[in-house]
């Protein structure tokens, strides 16, 4: 049974940082793409950064572009989102899902079918 497991979330003041993990682990075969989403209080989930394989590369979303980024270890089954210069418009639950399908290239969180459980970040002012 595939699992996805986050870890790395906390509470900081606006400008510090934060690094999030997340392992993916009870699986076979090759993961396809992992990526990280996140969902504020009354908002949809929205996509944050996402490796992508087969040639899909890396992703971020405009709002993390110069100030996340995203990594992956050599075994490709644990990913990485540093976040620096946060902001309180940040704070939101951040989620890992990953997928073995070729689909999930869209970056949609509809097309990612493991996720992990969250983890909280929290920016204040």
């Given at each position: ?14 400008g ?21 989403f ?17 040639g ?30 946060l ?39």
């Amino acid at each position: 049974q595939v699992q996805v497991v986050e870890s790395g979330g906390g509470s900081v003041q606006a400008g510090g940082s934060l690094r999030l993990s997340c392992a993916a682990f009870g699986y076979t075969g090759s993961i396809y793409c992992m990526a990280w989403f996140r969902q504020a209080p009354g908002k949809e989930r929205e996509g944050v950064a996402g490796i992508y394989n087969g040639g899909g590369g890396t992703r971020y979303a405009d709002s993390a572009k110069g100030r996340f980024t995203i990594s992956q270890d050599n075994t490709k089954n644990t990913l990485y989102l540093q976040l620096n210069s946060l902001k309180p418009e940040d704070t939101a639950m951040y989620y890992c899902a990953a997928d073995f399908r070729s689909t999930c290239r869209s970056g949609l969180y509809k097309d990612f079918r493991y996720w992990g459980q969250g983890t909280q970040v929290t920016v204040s002012s």
